[in-house]
Nanobody, 125 residues
Framework: QVQLVESGGGLVEAGGSLTLSCAFS????????MGWFRQAPGLEREFVAG???????YSGNFANDRFTIDRDNAKNTVTLRMNNLKVEATAVYYC???????????????????WGQGTQVTVSS
């Protein structure tokens, strides 16, 4: 069974940076595509970034070059580096894992098999 544990959330001023980390355990990390989503109060869960098992990266529409996803297959971790944060980035950020053999896309939440508990990111003005 896969377990995902996020860390690194907190309070940051607008324009600042934050790095989230997700620790993966349970089965072979190399068989999983990974993603980051976020959910603000009253809104749907939104795709932030994804990375396939072979490190092909995908970003959400708003992420452009300010959000960078990476994975360390030796440490079974995936990180999300967020730069120049805006107030509207305030949300709970979730790490998710998708069995790469499913063949699904990375952009929608229903394509993922496992989820972490989430970590709060608050950006102040």
């Amino acid at each position: 069974q896969v377990q995902l544990v996020e860390s690194g959330g907190g309070l940051v001023e607008a324009g600042g940076s934050l790095t989230l980390s997700c620790a993966f355990s349970g089965v072979d990390f190399n068989n999983y595509n990974m993603g980051w989503f976020r959910q603000a109060p009253g809104l749907e869960r939104e795709f932030v970034a994804g990375i396939q098992w072979h490190s092909q990266r995908y970003s959400g529409n708003f992420a452009n070059d300010r959000f960078t996803i990476d994975r360390d297959n030796a440490k079974n971790t995936v990180t999300l580096r967020m730069n120049n944060l805006k107030v509207e980035a305030t949300a709970v950020y979730y790490c998710a894992a998708q069995d790469c053999h499913r063949g699904g896309g990375l952009y929608t939440a229903r394509e993922y098999d496992y989820w972490g508990q989430g970590t709060q990111v608050t950006v102040s003005s």
